[in-house]
């Protein structure tokens, strides 16, 4: 928060000066009255460093408990609902405009500030769980069980959507308070099924968007955070490629069974199953530029009941990670060909199913370079680090892709503790990082809404 508040309070400054210099004693009560009516709201610009250091601090408390009360509660994709029941409480409470129900669980809160005109900007917040059984040591542990794909499972925010969700919601508290001085428009989007819908389900960014979250009032660019196992408070900033495209393969190969010891009776697909697989690797290797990533992983190979039976068939199933679309559309295009020729050799026959999830979330330039000294104010020029693009996927990209984008990274591992990876049951986020996530995000949105400096 700085010099544009600062010049519309010195300005302010000038016109009360001269008001005063040229008032008479004659002048009616009346317009003095006017007078201090026009300058006053000019007054209360002054939300300088230290308003905004209050109404930071103010929303604290509340937001660790929304935290934990979120974190005790998780919810998987699009099963959201107690999760967006209290996030559309706490907005309206903040006197939000709020619509429930976008995207099945997705809510989205408006808030209209006071201080004149100014740009519409968006925050996305993510709300689902996982199907994880949490093993950490955190006095609101979840110990919740649901049911998932037909069996019982655990569920924990093993994602850290729990501290996106609070460190939403405290910011939204802190731009509440801060109303009346805040050019133009904010926009919380609390997003369900990050982590992808049910089998046979829809939902996260691209439906949200078909319903409309980015429209009326349109946000001209977006912001979000994602929870990492760094030092808590500690802000991972990138520009550019961020988070990949994450694809899903199923391959099943048809071939003929026969006795394992009547080899020439069978087309067999554990043969041919192997040479695709082989045969896969050489589109990183051979096919892709190397300097464009690109990672293409089997992760299943299925197939066969018995030692001495060749199988009919062979089920593959893997993931492809691409940021440039056209390194994709060669992988798709390689695998293609190198199932027909593969299996054109053998006799035997094919079906490829390719499911393109998430593309890649690639943070604008421009606002990420916008944004780094934001940062670096905010928090201090030791909190901010420079991050380096993961091969893991991001739903935000859906968002990025429709306007500017800026998604940044939160540590949230206190000091002396110890956390495991994302998506394991040892992930341990600390409460300090919720309000350093609030700090960050209420900066970068006021200066957004300032038209920066
Ligand atoms: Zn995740
Ligand atoms: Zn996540």
Redesign the pocket.
């Known amino acids: 928060m700085h010099s544009r508040f600062a010049g519309i309070t010195r300005r302010a400054a000038v016109v009360a000066t001269a008001v005063s210099a040229t008032v008479s004693a004659t002048v009616s009560a009346a317009v003095i009255a006017t007078v201090i009516a026009l300058v006053l709201p000019f007054v209360a610009h002054a939300a300088d460093a230290a308003a905004v250091d209050a109404a930071l601090a103010a929303a604290e408390a509340r937001a660790v408990e929304l935290r934990h009360q979120v974190h005790q509660n998780p919810e998987l994709s699009n099963r959201e609902t107690e999760t967006a029941a209290l996030v559309a409480e706490e907005l309206t409470r903040l006197g939000y405009e709020v619509e429930t129900g976008v995207a099945h669980t997705g809510v989205v809160g408006v808030l209209r500030g006071g201080g004149g005109p100014g740009p519409v900007v968006a925050v996305r917040a993510d709300m689902d769980a996982?199907p994880v059984t949490e093993a950490t040591d955190l006095p609101f542990a979840s110990t919740k069980r649901t049911e998932f794909l037909g069996q019982e499972v655990g569920v924990a925010h093993a994602?850290g959507h729990d501290v996106h969700v609070a460190v939403g919601l405290g910011t939204a508290a802190v731009l509440a308070a801060l109303r009346d001085q805040l050019p133009g428009t904010v926009k919380f989007l609390f997003q369900p099924a990050?982590?992808g819908s049910p089998p046979g389900e829809r939902g996260g960014a691209s439906l949200m968007i078909e319903e409309g979250a980015l429209a009326d009032p349109a946000p001209e660019a977006i912001f979000a955070l994602h929870s990492m196992p760094a030092p808590a408070g500690q802000i991972g900033w990138i520009s550019g490629a961020n988070m990949a495209a994450v694809d899903q393969f199923e391959i099943e190969l048809q071939g003929k069974q026969a006795h394992g010891a009547a080899p020439e009776l069978s087309v067999d697909p554990i043969v041919t199953g192997a040479q695709v697989v082989l045969a896969l690797q050489t589109i990183a290797s051979r096919s892709v530029p190397p300097l464009d990533p690109v990672v293409v992983t089997v992760g299943i190979f299925r197939g066969g009941e018995r030692f001495n039976i060749i199988p009919g068939a062979v089920h593959l199933e893997g993931t492809v990670r691409t940021y440039d679309p056209e390194v994709r559309e060669t992988v798709i295009r390689r695998m293609r060909e190198i199932l027909d020729g593969l299996t054109a050799a053998a006799g035997a026959t094919y079906d490829l199913q390719y499911t393109s999830n998430a593309p890649a979330t690639i943070n604008d330039a421009e606002l990420s370079a916008r944004m780094r000294p934001v940062l670096v104010r905010a928090m201090g020029e030791g909190n901010v680090v420079d991050a380096r693009p993961l091969l893991a996927g991001e739903d935000f990209a859906f968002f990025a892709n429709e306007i500017p984008g800026f998604y940044f990274r939160l540590g949230v591992v206190a000091p002396g503790t110890e956390s495991g990876g994302?998506?394991t049951p040892n992930f341990r986020a600390d409460d300090t990082a919720i309000p350093a996530g609030m700090r960050a995000m209420t900066h970068v949105v006021l200066d957004y809404l300032e038209g920066g400096e």
């Open positions: 996982l994602c990050e982590e994302l998506h």
